[in-house]
């Protein structure tokens, strides 16, 4: 089966697109992203859909000029229109991480690239390769099964959705449909740096493992993602059931209060979810959030002769009161 056909089918099969829909591409100038720019076009007019070309400067190497330079010129040949933002040098030099701040900043431009096109979803080229990298990089960091499941076909956070087209096709599936087409791309000299954690798994341990261990660990590590996502999609439903009925939230979403005798006659896992899906509504997010504060959230509520309620980040914090759990943002 051709590249172009073998996507459709995944698209029909997971449903990332609907007939009549505005896709915008985020294209990089790399093989992959190349790739799904030239398999989305063959397949508009089957899908029924608009396509809207967007590149994201970072602005970080010399080479990025150039490389927008390209995706232009690539979004001319084809007759698609393009939206293209360069990452302002002011907004590099600022305190905290450059990777989490140069993602913000790409997240900003599709959201609003998003709204301004009308569009329904941002396209985006991750592979099969990159969801074996992720799951491993996550087993290295201590991941529980929400990071398992590293990567997914569709994801939806707040007015972003966005869909992974490419995630069950292989690079080496790419590269072959980029040679047989003979479909030009950028190869980004920073892949092949060891300086990031990313390029290490790729470059040095995958290869490693493959021969030392398993050719085929690529195969059982995305399927370690499936089974994950399977997993926590069933655990986080039964979840949420439980907060729609016992959970009490004020009117800004900054306070939940369950009660003990609810959240206590759970397994385990379940209890995890609640604490972990209430931050997660507080904050957008739980991120900073370890297994290490799951652990302390735990021992505090379970311990009736523990008091002092377990430190926790990104402004959060806990207390148990005769039959009542309490979890609320404040301003120090």
Known sequence: MSLP????????????ISHGETIIIGVSGGGDSIALLHVL??????????????????????????DQTFVEKQAKLLSLPITTKIWPKSQQN???SLEERARKARISFFNALLK??????IALAHTKDDLAETVLMRILRGSGLQGLRAIRPIKSLHETRDI????STSKTEILKYLKTKNIAYREDPTNKSSQFMR?????KLMPLLEKEYNANIKELLCQLSHQSSVDYDYLEKQTQKLLNKYAQSNSKTTRFV???????????????LLIRKMIESINGNTN???????????????DKNKKKPPALPKGISIKKNIDEIVIERYTP
């Not at 056909?5 to 990332?16: C, E, G, V």
């Not at 301004?116 to 979803?121: H, P, T, Y």
């Open 41 to 66: 076009n063959e397949l508009k007019y089957k899908l029924g859909v608009k396509l809207h070309v967007a590149h994201f400067n970072h602005n970080l190497r010399k080479g990025s000029k150039a």
């Open 199 to 203: 390029n290490k798994v790729r470059l």
């Open 5 to 16: 056909n073998s996507i459709l089918a995944t698209i029909t099969s997971q449903k990332l």
């Open 116 to 121: 301004k096109e009308k569009a329904e979803s």
């Open 288 to 302: 900073k959030f370890t297994f290490r504060h799951s652990q302390e959230i735990g021992t505090f509520i379970h």
């Open 258 to 272: 369950i009660k003990s005798k609810v959240y206590l006659r759970q397994p385990m896992a379940i209890q995890n």
């Open 94 to 96: 600022q305190k905290g």
């Open 164 to 167: 992974r087209p490419f995630l």
